[in-house]
């Protein structure tokens, strides 16, 4: 299961030229507004069709315009979930998700992964955003879709809405077996969701690739801002303990985190932000923070002003730190020195810890 895209065309002042391979799993394309995040989906959809370009999907080609091959929109077995819901308003929400549908015995399971079974009498005017959200999203999945490309599909929630359906997207992403193309350009939405990051600058792709790799990457930090930069780790849920902490391993060890829901094993994905890291060479002892993991520097990006993005490796995971220069040159942070990361339990925030 994949896509592949190159396409190329002018839209106004913009000279888009993309190309990326799409693999299972969720792949973002994050880039500021105006970027052409947009205009690439819509021409894998079908609904753009640029001046140039490939795309294959499984193998199928959906538009070769070398050889003026490009198939209809409603032929591409793409389900498209856009930034407003678009539900039939005068249809009741069981209507809306059986439109276009191609199978209805699915009805039941989607509706169950996405837990908007209880709402299927109701019509759209009585639904909350995050709910509309999730019948677009079971209306896209019922049509039978190789691939669900989304727009921004929490674009229009507040943040607690946002955090609320971002489980709901974890899951499909685990558990609908389809390729995702999903557009955003908030840092926290991707580091829960992507697995592949396609990142778009002016209409240009600057770097793709594993998510993992380029969220620890210290010269990517301007990208995604130095505040908002930071690396996610894979984790798993060893014990709740009793007075509200969860202890996670990760491969250098143990973390323990502000409650986390879910049962012994459960795998975590974890938002370490890079500002919220220290880095001590020695093991700090009768220190406050209770998260101390042995690291070595790998890389450092020096940034603008007075700040420096460090890469580290802890165990088999990558870290990034947010130092200013000045510590950095009196810890004598070069690649290859051993040191220690410090990390306090309370920075990490319940919305940065993600389920798969
Ligand atoms: N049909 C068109 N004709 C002319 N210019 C266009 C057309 N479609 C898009 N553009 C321009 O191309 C640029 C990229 O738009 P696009 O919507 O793809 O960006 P985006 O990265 O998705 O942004 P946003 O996050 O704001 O949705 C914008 O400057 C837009 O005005």
């Not at 308003?89 to 039941?108: C, I, Q």
């Amino acid at each position: 299961m994949s896509l592949s895209v190159d396409i190329a065309t002018r839209l106004g002042a913009l000279d888009l030229a993309v190309a990326f391979d799409a693999p299972e799993g969720v792949t973002a394309l994050f880039g500021r507004s105006g970027a052409g995040k947009t205009s690439v989906v819509n021409a894998v959809a079908g609904l753009l069709h640029p001046d140039r370009g490939r795309v294959v999907l499984n193998g199928r080609v959906l538009l070769d315009r070398a050889k003026g091959l490009s198939v209809p929109v409603h032929r591409r077995r793409i389900g498209y979930v856009f930034q407003d819901a678009r539900l039939f308003p005068h249809l009741r929400v069981r209507a809306n998700l059986l439109y276009g549908a191609k199978d209805d015995a699915r009805l039941g399971p989607i509706c169950d992964l996405l837990g908007i079974a209880g709402l299927q009498e109701r019509r759209p005017g009585a639904l909350s955003g995050g709910e509309k959200a999730r019948v677009a999203i079971g209306r896209a999945l019922l049509s039978g879709p190789e691939l669900l490309v989304m727009d921004e599909p929490l674009a229009a929630l507040d943040q607690d809405r946002r955090q609320d359906i971002l489980p709901y997207l974890e899951r499909l992403r685990d558990e609908a077996g389809l390729p995702i193309l999903y557009v955003s350009h908030a840092v926290e939405e991707i580091a829960r969701l992507a697995t592949t990051l396609v990142l778009i600058e002016e209409g240009r792709v600057l770097r793709s690739g594993p998510a993992a790799a380029l969220l620890s990457a210290p010269d990517l930090a301007p990208v995604f801002g130095p505040r908002m930069a930071g690396a996610v780790l894979p984790g798993r849920i060893v014990a709740h303990h009793a007075d509200g902490l969860t202890e996670v391993a990760v491969s250098a060890g143990r973390l323990f985190l502000p409650a986390v829901a879910g049962a012994g094993g459960q795998p975590l994905r974890i938002r370490i932000a890079a500002q919220d890291v220290m880095i001590a060479l020695d093991r700090p002892e009768r220190v406050s923070a209770l998260n101390i993991l042995p690291a070595t520097v790998t890389a450092l990006h020096q940034g603008q002003g007075p700040g420096v993005m460090v890469q580290l490796s802890a165990g088999e995971d990558l870290l990034l730190a947010r130092v200013t220069r000045r510590s950095a040159e009196a810890l004598g942070l070069v690649p290859g020195r051993a040191c220690h990361v410090v990390l306090k339990s309370v920075a990490v925030a319940p919305g940065g810890v993600g389920q798969g």
